[in-house]
């Protein structure tokens, strides 16, 4: 059974069963939404089109491309300029949560912090050796 939910679209109420994240009368119209946005695309020389130009030609909102690029409707393998924001810098990415640069820097700063717990390990873990002074 479901629950009951806003739209975050219109605004009304309707069952969610976790299948939409938005009411039927919304979903309808982003299926008419998508069917405008695909038939752009699959002309030949539209298959290169940015996010920008898609929005210009079709009125479609970007976020609503991002979330089809995202759940796989509109695949960046055969349409190559569609991606969705990285979650961190805000820059296009096809797979993921994190573009490349992000993640290259976070497994980066990762690999850094292993080091260093290492290294903080490594010096707990010594005895501690006194030594007499011989005079």
């Known amino acids: 059974m479901g629950e009951l939910k806003n739209c975050p679209s219109c605004g009304e109420f309707f069952n969610y069963t976790g299948l939409r994240e ?3 009368p919304c979903a ?3 299926e008419k939404l998508y069917e405008i946005v695909y038939r752009f695309l699959r002309k030949r020389e539209n298959r290169a089109a940015t996010v ?5 030609v079709t009125g479609v909102d970007e976020d609503l ?7 796989g409707r509109l695949q960046p393998a055969l349409f190559p300029n569609l991606g969705y924001p990285c979650d961190s810098c805000g820059k296009l990415t096809q ?4 573009c490349a640069k992000c993640s290259d820097e976070l ?10 717990k290492e290294f ?3 010096v707990n873990n010594q005895e501690a050796v006194y030594y007499k002074d011989q005079k």
């Open 22 to 24: 938005v009411c039927n």
């Open 28 to 30: 309808m119209n982003e």
């Open 52 to 56: 920008d130009r898609i929005v210009e």
């Open 65 to 71: 491309l991002h979330k089809w690029v995202r759940k």
């Open 95 to 98: 797979v993921g949560k994190l």
């Open 107 to 116: 497994k980066s700063g990762l690999r850094q912090f292993e080091a260093a």
């Open 120 to 122: 903080r390990d490594k």
